[in-house]
């Protein structure tokens, strides 16, 4: 027969799940209340609250999409674009790639921008791209790359965006709360983040956040969304601003109370500290990896504290040292991807992963297998 599963108790810095804090595996755990029950909907109306406070906007359009954060990046395409739309799509990892499959399958036109993995998007390429093509309506790209560990200038390109008046679509899922992400200052019109990152939350929920310019774009659309999931003109009947609250799809209601006290949690550290914790202990693990004789992928002055992309020493085999860090440290941490795979591995120290005792553990026991 089969019986009830005990998952391992292990210790995540990979890319992501990160470990989730124990605040929030017991909001989980509370009652399951209807989802138009006043309650709830007063503890929807925190989480917008709250979440406008990561994202540090006064978005009225402002949720949590209720799926991964693959699905807010769905969610920002596909509602922006309309067949036939140009779409400018920086990219400089895996993720880029991800907004290109989403352009062309909203029926848009993708026009390419690339840039060498481990490197961050060159906003001078960027700038001729949007002199080219007059006629984009949006540009995409990726502000914290999780499969390199580079963060890109997104100040620079919002700006640049404005300028040639142009939409921005940003992902942040790997961004939100462990480095600045500003997306009024911006003026970022789309973007989306992840619960499994940095704000240490169970994975499967996707906080987004729409512009009043991006907002006014998808209720004048001409052609109808083509997924109906994602609609915002209909998601916006449940959650959004001054909505009666209908039923549109029944939301994940304990997965909320984890956002909720998730981003509590946040409210309480304040971003500021937030930031500076991510940045200390990127700072701690990576002076410990100089010592062992690990060294960066990523030029200092574009590092993700919290993604930390390192090369894997001469004659270490990346499969064992990975499987020998799983199952005699209890240690997870992440494999490189494409030209990287075998080379890099991906630490990251994300949310709770953050924390002094993850570093020293992570340090003991790559000394121990790469020896
Ligand atoms: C930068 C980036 N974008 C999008 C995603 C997709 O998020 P999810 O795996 O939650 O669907 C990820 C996940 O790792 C990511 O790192």
């Given at each position: 027969m089969i019986t009830s599963f005990i998952p391992p108790q292990r210790t995540l810095m990979g890319p992501g799940p990160s470990d989730v804090h124990p605040r929030i595996l017991e909001a989980l755990g509370r009652p399951t209340i209807g989802h138009l029950d006043p309650a709830f909907i007063g503890m929807m109306d925190e989480v917008k609250t709250l979440l406008q406070y990561a994202f540090q906007t006064e978005n009225a359009l402002t949720l949590p999409v209720s799926a991964p954060g693959s699905a807010g990046m769905e969610a920002c395409f596909v509602n922006l674009i309309e067949p036939g739309d140009k779409v400018i799509v920086c990219v400089n990892g895996v993720f880029g790639t991800r907004m290109i499959e989403n352009v062309t399958r909203s029926g848009g036109e993708a026009i390419r921008v690339d840039d060498a993995w481990g490197q961050p998007v060159d906003a001078n390429k960027v700038e001729a791209a949007l002199k080219a093509n007059p006629d984009a309506k949006i540009l995409a790209f990726v502000h914290a790359e999780t499969s390199t560990g580079v963060e890109s200038d997104a100040a620079a390109l919002c700006a640049l965006a404005k300028a040639h008046d142009c939409l921005v679509i940003m992902d942040t899922v790997t961004g939100l709360a462990g480095v600045p992400v500003k997306v009024d200052e911006w003026g970022a019109d789309a973007v989306y983040s992840g619960?499994?990152?940095?704000?240490s939350c169970t994975p499967g929920i996707s906080p987004v956040t729409f512009s009043e310019r991006a907002a006014e774009t998808i209720r004048n659309r001409k052609t109808p969304v083509q997924s109906w999931f994602l609609d915002m003109n209909l998601v916006m009947g449940y959650?959004?601003?001054?909505?009666?609250?209908?039923?549109?799809h029944t939301a994940p209601i304990n997965a909320l109370y984890g956002l909720h006290e998730s981003l509590v949690m946040l409210q309480e550290e304040g971003l500021e500290a937030s930031f500076a914790r991510h940045k200390a202990m990127h700072e701690k693990l990576r002076d410990g990896l100089a010592e062992i004789g690990i060294g960066y992928l990523v030029d200092e002055a574009h590092r993700l504290p919290q993604l930390n992309a390192v090369m894997i020493p001469q004659g270490v085999d990346d499969a064992t040292a990975r499987g020998r860090l799983l199952n005699e440290f209890n240690l997870e941490i992440g494999a490189g991807l494409g030209d990287f795979a075998g080379k890099v591995w991906r630490i990251g120290l994300m949310?709770?992963?953050?924390?002094e005792e993850n570093v020293q553990l992570c340090l003991d026991a790559l000394r121990a297998v790469i020896k």
């Open positions: 619960t499994q990152k940095c704000l959650w959004g601003p001054g909505a009666k609250r209908a039923y549109h949310g709770y992963s953050a924390r």
